[in-house]
């Protein structure tokens, strides 16, 4: 179904415009041709944090391709879908751009497998681990480029956004959170970010997952309605055409579908729910942005066929589980052997649990320098080549 939609201007009622910020912690002059957000999005492009990205796994390891996404180039791919999907729904793009580029800074090596698994390992100690509450460590405590406050010193709405872009806190279970509002919600332009990042992924995946020839195209057509009707239409036009410029082909609109559905049904609930103002979106009953019913029901088909077929492929999980076994016996030596992190943890650990500071190591690792220090410690447990970088 074709559908109409006009590009509004970034002054939307519901766009969260820079200068009714609440500011940021440590209070700091205006710039003068930048705006708050601009200069939070280009901190965020400055910092360790964000270049470490480039060196931790997306869901395909560089074993059988360079060509494969990694965290870093799949961050820079949900950028480019919120500044598009901000735009056309009038929103701040350099707000929604600073959120998409910040989103995943606190993934640890080797993607939601290691998060997962750190995750189990902090609950045996009574804690937790979820990357979006380690990204808001990251920003406030270990980026340390500036000489009068610690951190990145990122607007409220930007640090409020890196928790609350994907999720809803309650105070009593996060009380270390109740600065940030966490009986709203967010603005519109942090609510987007899961959608986008969810069209970004699933459509990367697929593209990689054919790259790495572990797509069944003739399964994906079966499972995802939307990708079959898409692809006969392409084939139809092109029935001499190479498959494989097909296939990019039937992608690019699937991708374009699903971003131009998200911008219509967000828009339509948003004119349905009366908003006109920011304050109207924080206490709005529920989250706006999202999906029609038939872009939902695909986008959920896609996502089950990645899980079936692609996520739990031998090929990946072969990887996946030696590596993640390396990050758990790394933790498990680095919290018995004081002394064995590099001294600024050390230090770091004697005045917060070591528990946590470990964590903390391991987190901001990359992969191959994970791997790494799993060899210099115990014997064997590598996959893929090493390269020299200093610790995180």
Known sequence: ????????????????????????????????????????????????????LEAKTQVFTTRYSDHFRNRLTHTLEVAQIARTVAGALGLNTEFAEALALVHDIGHPPFGHAG???????????????????????????????????????????????IIKHSRDYSEREFPQLQEYLLDLRPPLEAQLIDGVDEIAYNTADMDDA??????????????????????????????????KLRFYEALRRMLDFLASDFVFYTRLRLQQSGVSSVEDVRRAAKRLPGFGEEAAANNAALKRFLFRHIYDHPAITEDRDRSVKCLEELFAYYLAKPGSMPASYEELARSEARHVIVCDYI????????????????????????????SP
């Open 1 to 52: 179904m074709e559908r109409t939609i006009a590009t509004l201007s970034p002054s939307a009622p519901w766009a969260m415009r820079a200068e009714e910020t609440r500011g940021r912690r440590f209070p700091e002059p205006d710039h003068p041709y930048r705006s708050a957000y601009a200069r939070d999005r280009d901190r965020i492009i400055h910092s360790r944090a964000f270049r470490r």
């Open 115 to 161: 998060e997962r698994k750190l995750d189990e390992l902090m609950r045996e100690h009574g804690g937790h681990f979820n990357h979006n509450l380690h990204a808001l460590r990251i920003v406030e405590h270990f980026e340390q480029r500036y000489l009068d406050f610690p951190g990145l010193n990122l607007t409220f709405e930007v640090r409020e956004g």
């Open 210 to 243: 054919h790259e790495a020839e572990l797509l069944d195209l003739g399964r994906l057509c079966e499972e995802v309605p939307l990708f079959s009707d898409i692809f006969k239409k392409v084939s139809d036009a092109h029935p001499s055409g190479r498959e």
């Open 363 to 390: 987190a901001g690792m990359t992969d191959q320098f994970l791997l790494r220090q799993h060899r210099e410690h115990f014997d064997g447990c590598v996959a893929g080549d090493a390269r020299r970088e200093p």
